[in-house]
Every structure is written in C-alpha cells, then in structure tokens.
C-alpha cells in the first residue's frame, strides 16, 4: 500500500487555482497525470505551465452538465480511462440572513451543489472498481460562520449526498469521500479579507486566524493534496463515506 497515484488518470475540477491547484501539484507529484478544469483558459495555461508536463487543462463549468460531459468525454479520447475525481470548485458569498437574493442562493448551491453532483455522476460510469471521488467541501459544513449560511448549507449538502451515493453504488469497488478543509491560504482568501478588512490587514488578518487554530497556524494548498491523495489512493481503500476535516483542528474544539 502506498499513497503513490502512479499511472492513476485524475480529474481536479476548479484546478486551475488554490485548494484544487495544490491538490494538482501534489497529485502530479504522486505520478497521476492530472486533467484540470477551470473556467478561463488563461488562469488553466498558467496553472498548467506551473503543474508541469503531466498536467492538462480543459474549460468546463461544473454547473453546465453538457461542458462536464464533455470535459469527461475529451479526457476518454485522450487517456482512455479515468480513475480519481476531486470534485473542488467552489465559491462562497456573504449573506447574511435577512440580506439573501436568489441569485446568491442558485449560484452557491449551483456550484457548491449541484456542481458535485454533475461532476460526479456524469464520471461514475467510467470510473472502474479501484475508483475514486473526493469532493472537496468545508469546515462550514459543521461550524458555518455568521453571513455564511448558503455556503455552509451547500457544503452540508454534499457531506450527506455522499452517504446516500456511497449505498447507491454499493458493490462497485468505487469508493467516495468528502475532504473538508479549514481556512487554506489562497489568494481567494487572502482577497476575501482584504475586501472585508482592506488590504493592509490581510496578513496581520491570517496571523490572528492562525493563531485561533489548534495547530497555530492556517494550512497551505499542498496539505490539501496530501490528504486527498491519501484518500485516492490504495492506502484508504478501506476509507468511504467520510467526512476528513483537515483543519488543523480548528472545527473540532
Ligand atoms: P479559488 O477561488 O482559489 O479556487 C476555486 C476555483 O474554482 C477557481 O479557479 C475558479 O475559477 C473555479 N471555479 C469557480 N466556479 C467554477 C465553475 N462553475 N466551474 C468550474 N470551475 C469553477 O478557491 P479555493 O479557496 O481554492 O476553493 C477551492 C475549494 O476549497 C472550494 O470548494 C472551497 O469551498 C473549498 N475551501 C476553501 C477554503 C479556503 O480557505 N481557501 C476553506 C474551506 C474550503
């Protein structure tokens, strides 16, 4: 057993930047040879460019179902099998209740929600026994902050769709988990704080939430992708239906 994904085909949906960049990287790294996919052609050539020659990228949108198949149809002509998925992009709004508009509801659970499961289910019928999906989720699933209820909602959504799928595909060898990180530094986050702060806090801004955190600190992307790789590869093959809070502890205090 080994947590080595040589030869192994990966997807890594939202790739292009942050938690699914790192989780590339480090799967690369591994010996998988990893699809990304992103929204914009540049930020996926940069990011290509940066993961190295075992890396691609394709434009799809997690929440237009026919530019995921077809995302999941160009990676069969290329490779010819599939064998992990991480379902990681994602996106978070603030909106406190009482603030709510309908178009922050459908975009936050149409990436966060329905986004997993058109990246899942369209992939399941090429995924062999071996098989695996990790769905990148958050500590807001448990502990969702003030103003941030649709983000939370979305990712408690998918920490249950993963304990039904996990009965649905029984016998299929394919297994599914959710990896929910705590703060990671990112640029979406460190741009997150200094809209809501100014720029000139943001370190002193992740400085205070590292110090709130068990560990001392906030995460890096590629702490990520060691824990996703884990659980793409043999060494969990015992590992279904989980939630991995990789948070440095903070969520579970
Ligand atoms: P990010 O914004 O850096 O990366 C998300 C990527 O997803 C971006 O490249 C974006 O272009 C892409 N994306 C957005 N909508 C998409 C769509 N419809 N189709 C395809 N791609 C799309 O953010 P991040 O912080 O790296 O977040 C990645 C995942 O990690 C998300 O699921 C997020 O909820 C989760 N997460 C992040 C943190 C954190 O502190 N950064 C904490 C907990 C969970």
């Not at 290509?48 to 995921?68: C, F, K, L, Y």
């Not at 991480?86 to 329905?114: M, S, W, Y």
């Not at 460190?190 to 001392?216: D, F, H, Y």
Request: charge should be negative.
């Amino acid at each position: 057993m080994s947590l080595a994904l040589d030869g192994k085909i990966a997807v890594i949906t939202g790739g292009a930047s942050g938690v699914g960049l790192g989780i590339a990287q480090e799967f690369a790294d591994q010996g998988a040879r990893v699809v990304i996919t992103d929204l914009r052609q540049e930020a996926l050539d940069r990011a290509v460019a940066e993961i190295g020659p075992r890396s691609s990228g394709i434009v799809a949108d997690v929440t237009d179902i026919a530019s995921m198949q077809a995302a999941y149809q160009q990676i069969m002509a290329q490779y010819g099998r599939l064998d992990a998925v991480v379902a990681n992009a994602g996106i978070g709004a603030h909106a406190p209740l009482g603030a709510i508009t309908e178009d922050q509801f459908d975009r936050t659970f149409g990436v966060n929600a329905k986004g997993v499961l058109f990246t899942v289910q369209p992939a399941l019928p090429l995924l062999r026994p071996g098989g695996t999906v990790v769905v990148i989720g958050s500590t807001a699933s448990i502990r969702p902050p003030r103003g941030m209820s649709l983000y939370g909602g979305a990712k408690a959504a998918v920490r249950a769709f993963i304990r039904s799928w996990i009965q649905d595909i029984q016998g299929s060898g394919i297994r599914i988990n959710v990896l929910s990180p705590g703060a990671v530094d990112t640029d979406s986050l460190r741009s997150a704080l200094a809209m809501a702060q100014g720029p000139e806090v943001v370190e002193a801004a992740i400085k205070v939430m590292g110090e709130g955190n068990p560990t001392g600190r906030i995460a890096q992307p590629r702490e990520m992708g060691r824990a996703a790789a884990f659980l793409s590869s043999d060494a969990a093959s015992f590992v279904t239906g989980v939630e991995l809070f990789v948070d440095g502890g903070m969520a579970q205090v």
